[in-house]
Structures are given as structure tokens and as C-alpha cells.
């Protein structure tokens, strides 16, 4: 425990900064200065009261420069010109006026910087103390009073220098020593030496000032006091306000720069935050499909460069994601995928890349090589762990992934690629059965180059107008008589052959081609349907079936567009039939209602095509706008089958006639099939076992022969007469 003591209070209150050896100083040096005051004051005071006039009107022009220092721009150094009129004292009154008026400078300008009074005494005191210093060398140097005056002005001045030098260090010194004693070291040669410059040189030069003017004071004192005091001020306010506006350009670039670096800091930090939104996903943090496919792009691109370093790319979807949605709501899928992120995240190695594709769709890069063994076993390691169950809004629930797999061994040249085959294998996975992890392969490969060069070829063949059409005939079964036909496309490549619709149908579809497709067909089924027509008045009333597909319905347009095409041919609109499949026209009834309420008031027909297949409520049924039904050929043909199909069929034939919608048999093959149906009651058939699907000369053909009018025309093979079976 310390003794209490009042004067340690006293000193933890005013020094707290002060060690043992800063307050020692301080005290010694602080009562020395003060002395050398009072020993000056006693000095002059005891001088003649004109003399007495001169000291203090020197020693205050001291003060008052103490007041208006001026400040070195680009330093926190500034100094005053009051020394000017202590060295004038010094050298017209000898030492004492001249401690006087350096300790009336030094006081005023510690009380202008500082608010401690260690400083506010300090300061003067350490002034009075080298001042006074620096008279008694140059009492030792010249001797005093009578010294000086048979000087020469040369001497004087250089004898004016050095003492400004010698006042200079010796004050510096005495300031510089206290701040390294409160760190406890000792004065350093440097504190001198860095102070040196400016100061030293504006003091310099006010000594030497102060050399020559003591000189023209001798010979007159008023004349050169009213001159030197303006000119003094003069210049102290020129140099005053030239160094103000150096401080403030300074000033001002300084915050210039200052600003544009918080600017860039702004910036930096906003491309980080951009960075960070860019290239993550908002939900579960992780990095998202761009982020990915750059990560990609490097890892095919070090793969390129170097066989070695292998790359592996997992696509993942989970197979209950949209009934987790639909049925528990969007909180709670978010909370699944989150889930879902952390497992696939705790299943990688540091150098693998989990991401989020968007929905339900993830993505595991392994940036490293692999063998297909190792990536079968993370596979099935992350379908371990995304089996799991799910704790979401207090519900259990189970979910799978169906995983997709691509390796760099397949050598790709673009990240998209990487990512499509690794989609194409999460198909296949999902369509395989859900749970599973399929391997992208040689023959999916050859399957998609096939798609991919079909998609352009289709498009071609599109806008060369190298589609032709196929007529099958439909046959209204209570008198044999055909009702029209039904167009179908056909594609013969030019290298592959012929395509079959189901194969470049779905590419039409998928490819955004079928609104082309259909208006295709549409135009050229409708111009020959109207040219037959105009050569064979008696068959004016047959008609012509359309298919269109399921994007055709998502179009505003399709009405107008269908429209033009019967105003363009001169077709009558209730002869053409627009087959629509049954899952198009449930999928689209809610938002295309009206489209197809636009097309039956136009007049043309609509038709549910491949009917039974599809997943349509009979209880729908009455409700559609639609004037017929086609039963899919599956149902036809198991009319009589091992797994017999006509108790369906005699049910969606009761359904047609109890609605008053005409029912269309498809696929009728055999005269069975055909004898079933016409006692069931069905309205019309189509099949090969009717009339195959012809190219129009074939159908023209068959069409004179029908009605006798081209004598001996040719009948092709293929265009059976109904007559064989009807009859
Ligand atoms: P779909 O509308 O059901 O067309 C009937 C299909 O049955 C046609 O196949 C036809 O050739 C075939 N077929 C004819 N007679 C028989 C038979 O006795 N038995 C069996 N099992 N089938 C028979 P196709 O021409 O290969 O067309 C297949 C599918 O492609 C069509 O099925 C239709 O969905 C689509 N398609 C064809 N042309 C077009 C078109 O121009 N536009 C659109 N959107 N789809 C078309
Ligand atoms: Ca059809
Ligand atoms: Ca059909």
C-alpha cells in the first residue's frame, strides 16, 4: 500500500503522465527557468526608466508574436518572428530583456497550444533557460556591454547565426529531453537533428535580422522603430497568409484523397457485397449456378492443360421437393433445402464445390480426379445422407435425389456441356426409378448429338419448306363413307433418313419450333384440303385433323394465327379438326380456356386426342369445350386382347354418346377390331387395317378410285379400300 500523501495526490492529479525520472526533470529544470526570470527582471529593473520603456516594449511586440505564429504547411511545426525582437534586446540590452521577451513569447505561445500547466510553465521556463544560455555565451564570446560595440557588422552577424543556432539546439534540447524521459529513455542525437530545417532557419534569420537592425537602432531609434514595426507586420501577414492558403490546398487534397480513398473503400467493399449476391445463393448461402459454371470453366480449362488434374460433376434433384412445397409451404421448403445444403456440404472434401442450381437442383464439383468407383461411393454416400429424415415445421418427412453423374474423362470443352450431360444423366436417374445415380455415357452422348443436330436441322427443314404431310382417312362406321383425314408430318432427312414424329415432334416442342411446326402443317393441310375440294366437288364436305401441340395453346396468337390460315385457304372452318391430347388440354384449361373457347368460335372443331391415356376426370369431361374424342390406339388394340381393353372402350363410347361427342376409334388394324366397334356403337375409325396415312398423290388417287372418276388409276398398296373391311 502507498502512504497517503497529498503531494503524491496532487502529482497523480496534475503529472499522471510523469515518471520518477520526467518529474525530477521537471522539477529542476522548471525552477531554473523560473530563476533566470526573476534574476532578469531584477536585472532590468534596476536599469534607467528609458532603457526600462525600450525592454518592454520589445518584450511585448515578443508576446504579441508569440500570438500569431506561423504555421509550415505540410508539418505541425510552426514558428514565430518574435525572436526578431529578442535578439534585438539581446543585442542592444545584453541577456536579461532578452530572457524577458523569449519567456513572454514562449508563454504566450504554450497557452495558445497547450491546456496543461506543466506546459504553460514549462515552456516559458525552458525558453528563459536556453535564452539565457545563449547570453552568457555571448557575454563569454565579446564580453558585455562594451564588447559589441566596436564589432564589426560582418561579425555581428555571424556571431548572430550561431547564437541563433546554439539558442536553437540548446531550446530543443531542453523540450525534446521531457517526453523521452516519461518513456524512460535518454535524449537522442536524432531529436536534435530532426528539428532542424524551417525553424532553425527562420530563427537564423530573425537573429541576423535582429544583428543588423541593432546596428541602425544605434544611430536612430525612432525613425527605424516606426519603419521596422509595419514592415514587420507587413511581413509576418504576407508570410502568415501565404502559408494559410498552402495549409488549406493541402487541406483540402488531403481530404480529397481522403475522400476517394473511403470511396474506394465504399467501392471495394460494395464489389465484395455484389460478389457475394452475383455468384451466391440467397438462401442457403451456398455459391449458385454462375459461380459454378466459372469454377467449371476453370476446372475444364486446368484439365485441358494438363490430363492430370481430373474433374467430376455431380447434378442432383430431390424427388419430393414439389409436393414438400405444395403441401407444407414455401417456409418450410426452404428449411428442407437448407437442411439438404448442410448434408451435401458435410459429405465433400474442403476442395469440392457444393452449389445451389436453383429450386430443388444442386451440384457437387469435385475438383480433383476421380475414378467412376469413387464417384459411385460418394454418390451413394450423399444419397445416405440425404435420406435421412427431415425435421421441417414440426413434420417428419423423407426425401431422395436422383443424382447424375459426368467426369472430365469425357473431355469437354465448355462448362455447359459438363453441366447438360450431368442433367441428362439426372433424367435418366429420375426416370430409372428415383433414389438412383446414373453415369452420363457413350450412348446418352450419341443420343443428345443426334437431338442437338436434329434441333438445327428441323429448323431448316422448317423454313425450306422440306416437311411434307401424310393423309390417313377416317371412316364414319355406320356407312363406311370416309368423314376426312388426318394430316401427319413427315421428315425425310437428307442423311438420316427418315424421322419419325415421335422423335422430332418432342424436339419441335422443346426447342420453342412448334408453333412453326403447327402453322406448317396447318397452311399446307388446309391449302390441299381445298384443292381437293375444287377438283372433286362431291368430297366438299370432307374434312382435315390438325394436331397441335402443347405449346401451341400457351400462344394468345393461335386463334388469329389459325384464322388467317382458313380465311388465306377458303377452308371452311367446321371442317378442320384440332386435335389437342387429353394432358394438354387438362394441364392448359385453367389459363387457356379461353384461347380454345376463341378457336370453337371460330367454327373449327376441337378434338381430345389419345383419349384413356391421359389422367383427364370424366366428371371434366362434360365441361370441356370439345366436340369429339379419339380413344387412343393402345385401347383398340387390346379389343379382344389377353389383357382386354373393351370394357374401357364401351365406356368412354357410353361417355361420348350420354355427352353427345363424337367418338373416333384410332389404330383400327384388324376386322375384328373394326366389327367390335361399329356394334358397340362408334362413330368413326382410322387405322391401316382402314387406309394408311398417304402423300397426297396417293390420296388423290385413292380418292378417284373411291368415286370412279380417274378410270384406272393406280391404287397404292398402302391405301387399302375400307370396302375390304366394311364389307
Ligand atoms: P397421333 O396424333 O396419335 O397420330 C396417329 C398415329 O398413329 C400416327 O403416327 C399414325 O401414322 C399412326 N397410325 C396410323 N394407323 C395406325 C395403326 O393402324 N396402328 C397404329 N398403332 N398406329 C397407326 P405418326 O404419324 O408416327 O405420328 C405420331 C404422333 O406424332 C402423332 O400421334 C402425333 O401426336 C404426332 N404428330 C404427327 N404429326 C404431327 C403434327 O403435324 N403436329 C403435331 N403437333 N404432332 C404430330
Ligand atoms: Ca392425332
Ligand atoms: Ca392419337
Not at 17 to 38: E, F, H, K, Q, S
Not at 237 to 261: D, K, N, Y
Not at 335 to 350: G, I
Not at 427 to 440: E, I
Amino acid at each position: 500500500m502507498q502512504p497517503f500523501s497529498p503531494l503524491r495526490r496532487l502529482h497523480q492529479t496534475l503529472m499522471p503522465d510523469y515518471n520518477r525520472r520526467a518529474t525530477a526533470y521537471w522539477w529542476t529544470v522548471v525552477p531554473l527557468g523560473l530563476a533566470a526570470i526573476a534574476w532578469a527582471s531584477a536585472d532590468i529593473a534596476s536599469r534607467p526608466w528609458t532603457v526600462v520603456m525600450q525592454i518592454a516594449a520589445g518584450v511585448v511586440m515578443a508576446g504579441l508574436a508569440g500570438g500569431f505564429p506561423i504555421m509550415i504547411p505540410r508539418t505541425k511545426t510552426s514558428f514565430a518572428l518574435g525572436e526578431v525582437f529578442t535578439f534585438l534586446l539581446l543585442f542592444m540590452h545584453g541577456p536579461a530583456p532578452a530572457v524577458l521577451a523569449a519567456a513572454a513569447e514562449a508563454a504566450v505561445a504554450s497557452a495558445r497550444t497547450s491546456r496543461r500547466w506543466t506546459s504553460r510553465i514549462g515552456g516559458p521556463a525552458l525558453t528563459a533557460i536556453s535564452m539565457a544560455g545563449t547570453g552568457f555565451l555571448l557575454e563569454i564570446v565579446v564580453g558585455w556591454p562594451a564588447g559589441l560595440q566596436g564589432i564589426g557588422m560582418s561579425v555581428l552577424v555571424a556571431l548572430a547565426l550561431w547564437l541563433a543556432i546554439f539558442h536553437f539546439m540548446l531550446n530543443t534540447a531542453l523540450v525534446a529531453a521531457l517526453p523521452r524521459l516519461k518513456r524512460g529513455e535518454w535524449l537522442q542525437w536524432s531529436d536534435l537533428t530532426g528539428s532542424f530545417g524551417l525553424t532553425l532557419g527562420m530563427s537564423a534569420v530573425c537573429a541576423c535580422g535582429a544583428a543588423l537592425l541593432s546596428e541602425a537602432f544605434r544611430a536612430y531609434t525612432l525613425p527605424v522603430l516606426a519603419t521596422i514595426t509595419p514592415a514587420l507586420l507587413m511581413l509576418v501577414t504576407i508570410v502568415r497568409g501565404f502559408f494559410r492558403q498552402q495549409e488549406a490546398t493541402r487541406a483540402l487534397s488531403e481530404a480529397e484523397a481522403q475522400a476517394a480513398r473511403r470511396e474506394a473503400d465504399i467501392t471495394a467493399r460494395h464489389l465484395q457485397q455484389m460478389h457475394e449476391i452475383a455468384f451466391h445463393d440467397a438462401l442457403t448461402g451456398l455459391p449458385n449456378r454462375r459461380m459454378l459454371l466459372a469454377e467449371l470453366d476453370e476446372s475444364v480449362r486446368l484439365h485441358r492443360e494438363n490430363h492430370d488434374r481430373g474433374y467430376a460433376l455431380l447434378f442432383l434433384d430431390f424427388d419430393r421437393f414439389k409436393l414438400i412445397n405444395d403441401t407444407l409451404g414455401h417456409a418450410a421448403g426452404d428449411t428442407f433445402l437448407k437442411h439438404v445444403s448442410q448434408r451435401l456440404s458435410a459429405q465433400v472434401e474442403a476442395a469440392d464445390l457444393v452449389a445451389r442450381l436453383g429450386g430443388d437442383e444442386f451440384a457437387v464439383l469435385l475438383r480433383r480426379p476421380v475414378t467412376l468407383d469413387a464417384v459411385d461411393a460418394l454418390a451413394a454416400r450423399i444419397q445416405q445422407a440425404v435420406g435421412q429424415p427431415y425435421l421441417v415445421s414440426g413434420t417428419e418427412l423423407t426425401s431422395s435425389a436422383s443424382i447424375g453423374i459426368t467426369t472430365s474423362a469425357r473431355g469437354y470443352e465448355v462448362p455447359q456441356d459438363v453441366l447438360r450431360d450431368a442433367d441428362i444423366a439426372m433424367y435418366r436417374a429420375k426416370a430409372a426409378g428415383k433414389a438412383r445415380h446414373v453415369v452420363f455415357d457413350a450412348q446418352m452422348h450419341r443420343e443428345l448429338a443426334r437431338r442437338l443436330r436434329l434441333e438445327s436441322d428441323l429448323r431448316r427443314a422448317l423454313a425450306d419448306g422440306a416437311l411434307t404431310l401424310a393423309y390417313q382417312p377416317v371412316f364414319r362406321l355406320s356407312d363406311g363413307q370416309p368423314l376426312g383425314f388426318e394430316a401427319l408430318a413427315r421428315w425425310t432427312h437428307p442423311e438420316l433418313g427418315e424421322i419419325e414424329p415421335v422423335e422430332f415432334v418432342p424436339i419441335a416442342e422443346e426447342s420453342g419450333l412448334a408453333p412453326a411446326l403447327t402453322d406448317y402443317v396447318l397452311a399446307l393441310a388446309c391449302t390441299q384440303l381445298r384443292r381437293w375440294h375444287a377438283r372433286w366437288p362431291a368430297v366438299g364436305t370432307l374434312g382435315m385433323q390438325v394436331n397441335l401441340s402443347d405449346r401451341d395453346l400457351a400462344q394468345r396468337t393461335l386463334p388469329e394465327r389459325v384464322r388467317a390460315v382458313l380465311r388465306e385457304t377458303g377452308v371452311q372452318p367446321d371442317l378442320l379438326w384440332l386435335e389437342l391430347t387429353e394432358g394438354t388440354i387438362m394441364r392448359r384449361l385453367a389459363t387457356q380456356r379461353s384461347v380454345l373457347l376463341e378457336l370453337r368460335a371460330l367454327g373449327t372443331r376441337l378434338v381430345i386426342d389419345d383419349f384413356g391415356r391421359g389422367y383427364s376426370s370424366l366428371g371434366q369431361l362434360s365441361s370441356l369445350p370439345i366436340d369429339g374424342l379419339k380413344i387412343d390406339c393402345s385401347f383398340v388394340a387390346g379389343i379382344g386382347q389377353h389383357h382386354d381393353t373393351s370394357a374401357i372402350v364401351r365406356t368412354i363410347l357410353q361417355l361420348g354418346q350420354s355427352l353427345g361427342r363424337m367418338v373416333v376409334a384410332e389404330g383400327v388394324e384388324t376386322h375384328a377390331q373394326l366389327e367390335w366397334l361399329r356394334s358397340a356403337g362408334c362413330d368413326a375409325a382410322q387405322g391401316r387395317g382402314l387406309a394408311a396415312p398417304m402423300a397426297a398423290p396417293a390420296v388423290e388417287a385413292w380418292l378417284e378410285r373411291q368415286h370412279g372418276w380417274g378410270v384406272g388409276a393406280a391404287v397404292p398398296a398402302s391405301a387399302a379400300s375400307p370396302a375390304v373391311l366394311m364389307h
